[in-house]
């Protein structure tokens, strides 16, 4: 890089503000179309069993006695696919992620209350 090139650079970079975001003082805008987490609408849900039968990771399951409905964050891959092929639409993509974890846990969704 030649001298003037460098300069250039060193210029720009002192009268730019900072690239980085303060992110736990300013809230994180995720950008339209960010693939985040599963969540379910357990009330439209009619337990058929098509998105676990879709899921290329095989992170859902799907029972229908008793009505229950579990996804494994870990293994979902945010692909979209069981949202696009859910009958009744219950299923939707948000744009948030899942917290931070170290522990595998599945998220379980009843319709039944469990005794």
Same mark, same amino acid.
């Given at each position: 890089?030649?001298?003037? !090139?460098?300069? %250039?650079?060193? &210029? %720009?970079?002192?009268? /730019?503000?900072?690239?980085?975001?303060?992110?736990?003082?300013?809230?994180?805008?995720?950008?339209? !179309?960010?693939? !985040?987490?599963?969540?379910?609408?357990?009330? #439209?849900? @009619?337990?058929? !069993? @098509?998105?676990?039968? #879709?899921?290329?990771?095989?992170?859902? +399951?799907?029972? %229908?006695?008793?009505?229950?409905?579990?996804?494994?964050?870990?293994?979902?891959?945010?692909?979209?696919?069981? +949202?696009? *092929?859910?009958?009744? #639409?219950? &299923?939707? &993509?948000? /744009? %948030?992620?899942?917290?931070?974890? @170290?522990?595998?846990?599945?998220? #379980?969704?009843?319709?039944?209350? *469990?005794?």
């Amino acid at each position: 890089m030649s001298l003037m !090139g460098f300069a %250039k650079v060193v &210029l %720009k970079n002192l009268f /730019t503000g900072p690239v980085t975001e303060k992110y736990p003082f300013v809230p994180k805008v995720y950008p339209q !179309g960010a693939r !985040g987490s599963v969540n379910i609408e357990l009330a #439209k849900c @009619i337990f058929c !069993g @098509i998105c676990q039968k #879709k899921c290329p990771t095989a992170a859902i +399951v799907v029972t %229908k006695e008793p009505k229950a409905w579990e996804i494994d964050r870990l293994r979902c891959i945010s692909c979209n696919y069981c +949202v696009e *092929v859910c009958p009744k #639409k219950c &299923l939707a &993509l948000d /744009t %948030k992620y899942a917290p931070v974890t @170290i522990t595998r846990t599945t998220d #379980k969704f009843s319709a039944q209350p *469990v005794a």
